[in-house]
């Protein structure tokens, strides 16, 4: 390969191992092109074991499949990876038995590295503190406090959401009904965008609270709408914990006979794309752009440091974007 390419073996090396050496482009271009003309593929087994490294990192998420900023994360995860010369595999954590299971084959080195994005309680605080106490390189994206040896990504969730619960008091709103994700109520106290929502009904002296599931997929939030929306003293306004669920909620009100935002206000969290193509398009919280190269970054600083690094924090501003639907 390396006479075909007219380069050195050691260029060779540098170029298919993803080392960060200063090799030209037009260089790294014969070298990856001969390459392709050879059917090279690397023996990543026998990498692993020169290195000791599995050229591996793990994504870690609540489920597969579903969730747009979940795919987006990955995406911007594979890229990079890619770049470096990793693959990228996925473990899903939905059950307390799903959450060990995942800590189990962590431990046991499947990957160098891991990027942990899981709402719920499945995989609790000891459980990460445990695996961060390993020396695995560790990022955590989780408004939980308390966990070192790792870098942890926070969302100011329950400030956007107080915001937006305050946009709907100033339109005259009374009856704002919160769809929640099922773990959010299954906490001990509120969190996230439910204790925005209850922080500002206290604060304002508002004494009803229209707490129900829903948030976790569409058709629950289709039929939890449209229930709520059935009742004789239905909701002004219907704050959803997920995008998904409030672009339901406004099908259920057309469906209703309802005309939003005039009959009911609608406000997701989320800011996926899909809130802009609604009809109205959706108020939302979130932020500006999903864009998850920062975080990913932060694994593969910690992937090629020469010593372990301190923990970090890093916070994802998040803001209320007022649309059409309220």
Known sequence: MAELANVSVATVSYVLSGRD????????????????????????????????????????????????????????????????????????????????????????????????????????????????????????????????????????????SAEAVEHLLEQGRRRIAFLAHRHELHRDRPAGRLLGYTTVLERHGVNERIITSGADDRVSAYQTAADLLRSPDRPDAIFAASDRAAISAIWAARDAGLRVPDDVAIVGAGNIDEGLITNPQLSTIGPLRHDYTDVARLLFDRLQAEEALPGREIVRSWTFLRRGSS
Do not use: W
């Open 21 to 160: 050496r200063p090799v030209a482009a037009e260089t790294r271009q014969r070298v990856l092109d001969a390459a392709r003309q050879l059917g090279y593929t690397p023996n990543q087994a026998a990498r692993s074991l020169r290195k000791r490294r599995t050229q591996r990192i793990c994504l870690v998420l609540s489920s597969l499949g579903g969730v747009p900023t979940d795919e987006r994360l990955a995406t911007d995860l594979h890229e990079m990876a890619d770049a470096r010369g990793y693959s990228v595999i996925t473990l899903a954590v939905y059950s307390e038995a799903r959450a060990k299971a995942a800590i189990d084959v962590l431990r046991g080195g499947i990957a160098d590295g891991v990027l942990i994005n899981v709402v719920g309680g499945h995989l609790t605080h000891d459980l990460l503190a445990g695996l961060a106490a390993t020396g695995l390189p560790m990022v955590v994206m989780s408004n939980e406090s308390g966990l070192e040896g790792c870098d942890v990504v926070r969302t100011p969730e329950a400030e956007a």
